[in-house]
Each structure stands twice: as C-alpha cells, then as structure tokens.
C-alpha cells in the first residue's frame, strides 16, 4: 500500500473568506454532501481571491500599453488659411486647384497624383507647386 504525503498550508482568518451558502442549499443536501459542498465553495473562493490581484495588474498594464500607442500614433490636424486681397484660400482649396492642373493642363491621370509642395506668394498672386517631387509649375490664385 502507497502512502501518499499531502500538505496543508493554513491561511489566516483574513485570507480565507467565504462565500454565503444558501439555507435551501443546506437543508436539501444530505449531511455528508454539505460539508462538501461548502469546501467547494471556499476553495472556488480562495482561488477567486488570490486569481483577481493577478487578473487586475494585467488589466492595468494592458490597459496603459494601447493607450501609449495611439498617443504617439495621433497626428496633429492642421487647418491653414491664406488670406490676401479680400480672397481667401485653405490648404484643401490650392490642393485642389493644384489638382485639376495635374489633370486637366498637363494631361496626366488623377491616379498618378501621390505628393504635391505649395508654395503661395500672396504679393504676386501665384501658388508655386512641385508635384511628386518632378514636375514644377505655378498657377494664378
């Protein structure tokens, strides 16, 4: 016959709590099946306690990582307006102006149009553009 060791750790009162078992529970349960049925409860509520603190921290840190991410992933909105000569233009407006030059007067496809550079010299009236870091030109504003 094997003997087998088993080890008991005794917690203290404050560790151990409890849930309450219902009267109607008790009473129908055989006596046997009482005591049972009341560890069962402690000890799913000892694991409970002792899995929420681990549970809990994870959270947090999971939590504070995304959070840290999508600050440095958010990009400043810009909204700049030139003003002159009682006119008015934002940045969208000349994108578009700077647009319809690429497709309409040097024939190109709308598709083809990846990065422009404006450069507006109010004084003269002209918007200076550099589209896809080749073709240069300028337009009337």
Same mark, same amino acid.
């Given at each position: 016959?094997?003997?087998?060791?088993?080890?008991?750790?005794?917690?203290?009162?404050?560790?151990?709590?409890? $849930?309450? =078992? #219902?009267? !109607?529970?008790?009473?129908?349960?055989? *006596?046997?099946?009482? /005591?049972? @049925? &009341?560890? %069962?409860?402690?000890? $799913?509520? =000892? #694991?409970? !306690?002792?899995?929420?603190?681990?549970? *809990?921290?994870?959270? /947090?840190? @999971? &939590?504070? %990582?995304?959070?840290?991410?999508?600050?440095?992933? !958010?990009?400043?909105?810009?909204?700049?307006?030139?003003?002159?000569?009682?006119?008015?233009?934002?940045?969208?407006?000349?994108?578009?102006?700077?647009?319809?030059?690429?497709?309409?007067?040097?024939?190109?496809?709308?598709?083809?149009?990846?990065?422009?550079?404006?450069?507006?010299?109010?004084?003269?009236?002209?918007?200076?553009?550099?589209?896809?870091?080749?073709?240069?030109?300028?337009?009337?504003?």
């Amino acid at each position: 016959m094997a003997t087998t060791k088993k080890t008991v750790t005794k917690e203290t009162p404050a560790e151990v709590k409890t $849930a309450p =078992v #219902k009267a !109607e529970e008790i009473k129908a349960a055989p *006596a046997g099946e009482e /005591k049972k @049925a &009341a560890v %069962k409860e402690t000890a $799913a509520a =000892v #694991k409970e !306690e002792k899995a929420a603190p681990k549970r *809990a921290a994870r959270t /947090k840190t @999971a &939590a504070k %990582k995304p959070a840290a991410k999508k600050a440095a992933k !958010e990009e400043v909105k810009v909204s700049m307006n030139v003003q002159f000569g009682g006119k008015s233009y934002t940045t969208d407006d000349l994108v578009k102006i700077a647009k319809d030059v690429w497709k309409y007067d040097l024939k190109q496809k709308a598709m083809d149009f990846k990065s422009v550079e404006l450069y507006v010299k109010p004084e003269d009236g002209m918007a200076y553009y550099v589209i896809n870091g080749k073709e240069a030109g300028s337009f009337y504003i």
